[in-house]
Nanobody, 130 residues
Framework: QVQLVESGGGSVQAGGSLRLSCAAS????????VGWFRRAPGREREGVAA????????YYAKSIEGRFTISQDNAKNTMYLQMNDLTPEDTAVYYC???????????????????????WGQGTQVTVSS
């Protein structure tokens, strides 16, 4: 059974940085769709970043572009979200997602849709204070 476990969340002041990790119980990040989503208080869950690890560009939400970077380490079965220059608007529960539920070539147009991924982590809280 595939399990994804996020870590690295916490509280930080505006302008600070955090690196979220998502560890998988199996080798699932190789040649796979991977992504990060977040749910802010009172809002729907939204896509933050995604990547097809078999090659190609990463995709980012406009609100975080230039500040966040998605990556993975296949040897460690772990993916990451490096978050810099955090703002209070980034406060949310962050979720990792993995494994293409759609053909990989569809990811560019559907990366921010929850239905594009099969497996999800339980979430980690990020709180940014001003």
């Amino acid at each position: 059974q595939v399990q994804l476990v996020e870590s690295g969340g916490g509280s930080v002041q505006a302008g600070g940085s955090l690196r979220l990790s998502c560890a998988a119980s199996v080798d699932i990040f190789r040649n796979a769709c991977v992504g990060w989503f977040r749910r802010a208080p009172g809002r729907e869950r939204e896509g933050v970043a995604a990547l097809y690890t078999g090659g190609g560009s990463a995709y980012y939400a406009k609100s975080i572009e230039g500040r966040f970077t998605i990556s993975q380490d296949n040897a460690k079965n772990t993916m990451y979200l490096q978050m810099n220059d955090l703002t209070p608007e980034d406060t949310a529960v962050y979720y990792c997602a993995a494994d293409c539920r759609i053909p990989a070539q569809w990811l560019p147009g559907r990366w921010s849709e929850e239905d594009s991924f099969n497996y999800w982590g339980q979430g980690t809280q990020v709180t940014v204070s001003s």
